[in-house]
């Protein structure tokens, strides 16, 4: 089964960039519909974007739509989050998720923090 290694959390200011990354191992990352998920303290999990294995497109929570991006590198079995235009309110830590019909997997995690 599919083992992952989130990483790309840090400090960064306000309307800066980041790029997190999920490295997977065990398995291809285009076995799995791949997710991004956040948990800011003190509230609950929420999805921030999906990456279909095959098929349908991309999709966002409105909160980060048209600042991030999803994006597969299948060479490198890596899922990355490109996140642009950041704000105070996108501090949390970011999950990676792999999920098809025999598995659901979690990465450990990376946190993220927007603040001047």
């Known amino acids: 089964q599919v083992q992952l290694v989130g990483s790309g959390g840090g400090l960064v200011e306000p309307g800066g960039s980041l790029t997190l990354s999920c490295v997977a191992s065990?398995?291809?990352?285009?076995?799995?519909?791949m997710k991004w998920y956040r948990q800011a303290p003190g509230k609950e999990r929420e999805l921030v974007a999906v990456?279909?294995?095959?098929?349908?497109?991309?999709n966002y929570a409105d909160s980060v739509k048209g600042r991030f991006t999803i994006s597969r590198d299948n060479a490198k079995n890596t899922v990355y989050l490109q996140m642009n235009s950041l704000k105070p309110e996108d501090t949390a830590r970011y999950y990676c998720?792999?999920?098809?019909?025999?598995?659901?997997?979690w990465g450990q995690g990376t946190m993220v923090t927007v603040s001047s």
């Open positions: 998720n792999a999920r098809n019909l025999w598995s659901n997997k």
């Open positions: 065990g398995d291809t990352v285009s076995n799995y519909d």
């Open positions: 990456l279909p294995k095959a098929g349908s497109s991309t």
